[in-house]
Nanobody, 124 residues
Framework: QVQLVESGGGLVQAGGSLRLSCTTSGRTFSSYTMGWFRQAPGKEREFVEGISRTGGTPYYTDSVKGRFTISRDNAKNTVYLQMNSLKPEDTAVYYC?????????????????WGKGTLVTVSS
């Protein structure tokens, strides 16, 4: 079993930055593909960005292109999401997820483990 714990959420003004962290415990962190998802009020959970086991070229959704960057530190069992130029529409609960697949999937059903989420609120 893998436990994922997110941190770093909070309230920020539009144009500001936040860095989310997700620390895992359990099976070897480096064996998982990692990703970030988000769920805005009244909306479905959606894929944001993912990164392979070795930290290769990340895959992201178009709405965060050029603004969000995922990275991982396998020595620290942690994956990060650096969020810059935040917009009010980025307001959501952000979830960390881990997958046993070799590559990033945008489909939620292909992710095996989930954190409880951290709230990001962007004010206008």
């Amino acid at each position: 079993q893998v436990q994922l714990v997110e941190s770093g959420g909070g309230l920020v003004q539009a144009g500001g930055s936040l860095r989310l962290s997700c620390t895992t415990s359990g099976r070897t962190f480096s064996s998982y593909t990692m990703g970030w998802f988000r769920q805005a009020p009244g909306k479905e959970r959606e894929f944001v960005e993912g990164i392979s086991r070795t930290g290769g070229t990340p895959y992201y959704t178009d709405s965060v292109k050029g603004r969000f960057t995922i990275s991982r530190d396998n020595a620290k069992n942690t994956v990060y999401l650096q969020m810059n130029s935040l917009k009010p529409e980025d307001t959501a609960v952000y979830y960390c997820a881990a997958s046993n697949y070799d590559y990033v999937h945008t489909d939620l059903t292909n992710w095996d483990y989930w954190g409880k989420g951290t709230l990001v609120t962007v004010s206008s």
